[in-house]
């Protein structure tokens, strides 16, 4: 399933906590998914979900595609290749 599509409904099953990573400004924060799940419902998509967990990224306002924050899930997204790991 292409990662635009899960809902975190989905990541729920499989993960208990989820591990986000900046390269950018190297900020690392774990959340807990039922955390999440409580806050912002089931049916948030992972990109939606990381325009949340991105919003206080000292870049994230940063303008120019390369300069922006490049936040991701280190559990389910890797930041080359962007592939399902299973
Ligand atoms: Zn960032």
Redesign the pocket.
Known sequence: MPIGFMLLKYLACDFSSLETI?R??G?HQVYDTSMLMARHGGYVSIPELKHIV?AD?P??QATGSGDA???HFSQIETPRQHKWPH
């Open positions: 900046c950018r400004c900020r991105a990224c870049d994230r924050c490049q936040i």
